[in-house]
């Protein structure tokens, strides 16, 4: 269940995801109180988080959460909650609720069972889970080769620590399961390098070597994909 959507350069990309986001969400806050949109951190959503804080909906019902989180503060300039309340939270989109994954926990570790408490007392299935894709195949925290992925592909909890070699935080991320607790499920990614490593994914393969295969192949939860050069 897996659809490929292409756009001539990422301005149009922005446009057209954050119609169908606001659809979706306009979708459930149809049919009942609250509708939830997870997204994800970096650079590369700051434009469609922008424009999604233009719109009018009524916020007040929304709730945002992340796909992954490095351990670090909410003011530390690599939080992703920082970026989400720095370029979505503003504006109408003010008025939205915030469910962040960091927390005073003592480490990542600690922090994982609360994260995932949290995550499951949300309405659920999710209205929307918005992700990105490295050129490594990773998605949310869940990265090739790290020795949380076993874990964070078949836990049935919400959340877990990561600890990645190659990257300068640990991390919690969403695991499998609970990134398929969802209406809808969108892939965001962007230039040649990245639609290589997607065509690669859609190939046979194992799952560990490229974790996005796993969002790939299930076939519970709708998936889009939305590509520019």
């Known amino acids: 269940m897996c659809s490929l959507r292409e756009f001539p350069d990422q301005a149009t990309l922005t ?6 986001v606001v659809r979706r969400l306009k979708e459930d ?3 009942q109180t609250r509708a939830v949109q997870v997204v ?4 590369s959503p700051i434009p ?3 424009a999604l804080a233009r719109q009018v909906l009524p916020w007040e019902r929304v709730t945002v959460t992340l796909a992954d989180e490095r351990w670090v503060p909410p003011d530390h300039p690599d939080s992703n909650e920082a970026l989400v309340r720095t ?3 503003k504006g109408p989109a003010a008025a939205a609720q915030l469910v962040p994954l960091w927390s005073d926990a003592e480490s990542p570790e600690a922090a994982a069972p609360i994260a995932s408490a949290a995550l499951a007392g949300l309405p659920h299935p999710f209205s929307h889970v918005l992700l ?3 050129e490594d195949g990773h998605i949310a925290s869940l990265f090739p080769g790290a020795a949380e992925l076993a874990e964070g592909l078949s836990t049935e909890a919400w959340a877990l620590a990561v600890r990645p070699s190659h990257a300068p935080h640990p991390r919690l991320s ?5 990134l398929l607790q969802s209406r809808g499920i969108t892939l965001m990614i962007s230039g040649q390098a990245k639609r290589q490593v997607l065509e690669r994914a859609m190939e046979a393969g194992p799952v560990e070597a490229l974790p996005v295969r796993a969002i790939l192949r299930q076939a519970a939860v709708p998936v889009s994909v939305f590509w520019a050069p």
């Not at 446009?15 to 169908?20: E, N």
């Not at 994800?40 to 650079?43: A, D, K, N, V, W």
């Not at 969403?174 to 609970?178: D, E, G």
Request: zero cysteines; charged letters at 10%.
């Open 15 to 20: 446009a057209a995801l954050a119609q169908d």
């Open 29 to 31: 806050l149809s049919r």
């Open 40 to 43: 994800s951190g970096g650079r």
């Open 48 to 50: 469609l988080f922008q």
């Open 87 to 89: 370029h979505l939270l």
């Open 132 to 134: 990105g894709m490295g």
């Open 174 to 178: 969403l695991s499998l399961h609970a």
